[in-house]
């Protein structure tokens, strides 16, 4: 499938501010899901690229001088391909690196209690279908419901509350395999829904698990499904943090508006 991808986002702010520091990771990974057919990322400072830790392909973007605005914007077109949601286990870090609980994914609250069934139905069943059903059930625990929660809530808050965006059920994802002891990371990217007008759906998060003679297995419990060629890998991560797209500082300012605009859709 053939994606065109626009990426607007615009702060304000209430006053100038004298610096402002962006941590961008807007740029799809190379991997044999996607070929980068066409890609710009613009802002008005001055950007720095290289690749981080993870392998995704990074930017700084450092602003001097009084500003009261600024954008950041990214074009592109990514042709993808259906791998039935696997990617090979040699895409990154060693598969242990992902066991690491975080500040977001730490086994505490209800995270135990959930995942304990499923380490009974691993021998069994092995992992691959274990997970396929903790992606259900997840997507059935966890209402997806937008503004409920924020960038700082954890795994154990989303599922005590019952809700969350996609953001909240990768980071149940995640802490309940690394539970069970099975690798898993965040990714970030973009979702093509099937329809050019809802942009709430277009920028997205999901979860990969490693499984042993598969590879990096992609779990969306959002949306109950794996990935597609639908789907747009920009990052992945420990969690949100390691993977966001758009990160950020500044020096003075005031208060802060962001709006963001995405757009994706299929040229063929």
């Known amino acids: 499938m053939r994606l065109s991808i626009v990426h607007e986002t615009h702060y304000r702010f209430g006053e100038p501010a004298e610096h402002s520091i962006q941590y961008l990771r807007l740029t799809p990974r190379p991997d044999p899901t996607q070929h980068v057919r066409s890609w710009t990322l ?3 400072g001055k ?32 042709e993808t391909r259906d791998t039935s949601g696997v990617v090979p ?15 977001y994914t730490r086994a505490e609250g209800g995270i135990v209690e959930l995942a304990e069934p ?28 937008p503004g409920c929660t924020d960038v700082e809530s954890t795994a154990a808050e989303a599922l005590e509350h019952g809700y969350g965006v996609c953001q909240d059920h ?4 995640l802490a309940c395999c690394r539970a069970l002891g099975v690798p898993a990371r965040y990714v970030s990217g973009y979702l093509f829904a099937g329809s050019d007008s809802d942009a709430a759906v277009a920028s997205h998060a999901w979860a990969e698990a490693y499984v042993d003679d598969l590879g990096w297995a992609s779990f969306d419990c959002a949306n109950g499904i794996c990935a597609t060629d639908s789907y747009v890998r920009l ?26 605009r995405v757009r994706v859709v299929s040229d063929q």
């Open 47 to 78: 950007l720095s690229g290289w690749i981080d830790g993870f392998g995704n392909l990074s930017h700084v973007s450092v602003q001097d001088g009084r500003h009261d605005e600024l954008p950041v914007v990214v074009r592109g077109e990514v």
């Open 235 to 260: 990052a992945v991560g420990l969690d949100y943090d390691g993977a966001s797209p758009v990160r950020g500082v500044r020096r003075g300012g005031g208060v802060e508006e962001m709006s963001v």
């Open 170 to 173: 990768a980071h149940v994802f």
């Open 118 to 145: 499923f380490r009974d139905r691993l021998a069994d069943e092995g992992v691959l279908a274990v997970l396929h059903g903790l992606m259900l059930t997840l997507h059935e625990r966890i209402e997806y419901r």
């Open 89 to 103: 286990p040699d895409d990154g870090l060693p598969p242990p690196m992902f066991l690491r609980q975080t500040r």
């Open 42 to 44: 613009s802002t008005p």
